[in-house]
């Protein structure tokens, strides 16, 4: 896997603000880091220097993000990688990856998930796809709605095939085994908030309070967005450990 | 008008937030103040629920039909 000092990503954002939060964190990081206000500039920087992952708007007044996915997979489908950051609105999955994008984020998005991007990217393919993760770390609000009517918010910091856990901010007083209504807000395009009801299989306590709940009903649409999740995550946990 | 909205709203929001949250790490890291620390990570919760209401609006403004 190459390294971040040997990567080099090109920043395309018609709106500096965000161009330099995501260059400092990448540089931060040891990324060599180049910028381009719009995807006419970021095409001619590709031509002229060797650069690995593109991240790129999708509105931007002069050569928008999807004209710049275009031209660039036209030139060289493997390189650079493409990921296309969306307003809203402004495409749709379906297309975006049909024309070759490696990954897409809504904004607001996540930078600890843009930045596990960008590392899953630098590896080669056949290494990417030979990892089975024990657990992949997210961070999604969870709202947990138990039949006593206490309600509890907390945050999902993995999953598992079956479930997964949730930190809280204090130790929980329901018990194993009791049922509760839960409402993730998964901040993905395609399934922004998936519901359902879950058991709590363990309660966690000390430092790190929180508890493992598996899944135990979805309505269609809820579960259709959980299998789908839960196949690209494919993690060997059933309801992970923290 | 309001898909427009929204969209305008997103970018400086990922600014914000990747600010705030970057900054909020560094003074974490370096162990200084942690008073300073602990405003920051209001901030940064309270940006979190900003983001969130804003990627529940845009969800419901996306079911509705186009204008």
């Given at each position: 896997?190459?390294?971040?000092?040997?990567?080099?990503?090109?920043?395309v954002?018609?709106?500096?603000?965000?161009?330099?939060a995501?260059?400092?964190e990448?540089?931060?990081?040891?990324?060599?880091?180049?910028?381009?206000?719009?995807?006419?500039?970021?095409f001619?920087?590709?031509?002229?220097?060797?650069?690995?992952?593109?991240?790129?708007?999708?509105?931007?007044?002069?050569?928008?993000?999807?004209?710049?996915?275009?031209?660039?997979?036209?030139?060289?489908?493997?390189?650079?990688?493409?990921?296309?950051?969306?307003?809203?609105?402004?495409?749709?999955?379906?297309?975006?990856?049909?024309?070759?994008?490696?990954?897409?984020f809504?904004?607001?998005?996540?930078?600890?998930?843009?930045?596990?991007?960008?590392?899953?990217l630098?590896r080669?393919?056949?290494?990417?796809?030979?990892?089975?993760?024990?657990?992949?770390?997210?961070?999604?609000?969870?709202?947990?709605?138990?039949?006593?009517?206490?309600?509890?918010?907390?945050?999902?910091?993995?999953?598992?095939?079956?479930g997964?856990?949730?930190?809280?901010?204090?130790?929980?007083?329901?018990?194993?085994?009791?049922?509760?209504?839960?409402?993730?807000?998964?901040?993905?395009?395609?399934?922004p908030?998936?519901?359902?009801?879950?058991?709590?299989?363990?309660?966690?306590?000390?430092?790190?309070?929180?508890?493992?709940l598996?899944?135990?009903?979805?309505?269609?649409?809820?579960?259709?967005?959980?299998?789908?999740?839960?196949?690209?995550?494919?993690?060997?946990?059933f309801?992970?450990?923290? | 008008?309001e898909?427009?909205?929204?969209?305008?709203?997103?970018?400086?929001?990922a600014?914000?937030?990747?600010?705030?949250?970057?900054?909020?790490?560094?003074?974490?890291?370096?162990?200084?103040?942690?008073?300073m620390l602990?405003?920051?990570?209001?901030?940064?919760?309270?940006?979190?629920?900003?983001?969130?209401?804003?990627?529940?609006?845009?969800?419901?403004?996306?079911?509705?039909?186009?204008?």
């Amino acid at each position: 896997m190459r390294s971040p000092q040997e990567t080099t990503l090109l920043l395309v954002d018609d709106e500096p603000e965000l161009r330099d939060a995501m260059a400092y964190e990448f540089e931060s990081k040891g990324f060599r880091v180049i910028q381009a206000g719009s995807g006419t500039a970021a095409f001619s920087r590709v031509e002229n220097d060797p650069i690995d992952i593109v991240i790129s708007d999708v509105r931007m007044p002069e050569g928008d993000g999807m004209e710049l996915l275009d031209r660039l997979k036209a030139r060289n489908p493997f390189s650079p990688l493409v990921i296309l950051v969306s307003g809203f609105a402004d495409i749709s999955l379906e297309e975006a990856y049909d024309r070759g994008a490696e990954a897409v984020f809504p904004k607001p998005f996540d930078r600890k998930q843009l930045g596990m991007m960008v590392q899953w990217l630098m590896r080669p393919l056949e290494s990417r796809w030979a990892v089975r993760p024990l657990r992949i770390p997210v961070d999604m609000p969870i709202g947990l709605r138990f039949q006593s009517g206490t309600t509890l918010q907390g945050k999902v910091t993995n999953f598992g095939r079956g479930g997964l856990f949730v930190a809280l901010s204090s130790t929980m007083e329901e018990n194993p085994e009791e049922d509760c209504e839960f409402h993730l807000t998964t901040g993905m395009v395609e399934a922004p908030n998936i519901s359902g009801r879950a058991r709590v299989r363990w309660v966690q306590k000390g430092d790190q309070p929180g508890c493992g709940l598996e899944f135990q009903f979805a309505d269609t649409s809820c579960r259709r967005a959980l299998l789908h999740f839960l196949n690209f995550l494919k993690t060997r946990a059933f309801i992970p450990l923290r | 008008m309001e898909r427009k909205f929204l969209h305008d709203l997103s970018t400086p929001l990922a600014a914000l937030q990747m600010n705030l949250e970057s900054l909020a790490e560094e003074v974490k890291e370096s162990g200084a103040n942690p008073e300073m620390l602990k405003r920051l990570e209001k901030c940064v919760a309270i940006m979190g629920r900003v983001t969130d209401l804003l990627v529940a609006r845009k969800a419901e403004v996306k079911k509705e039909p186009a204008a």
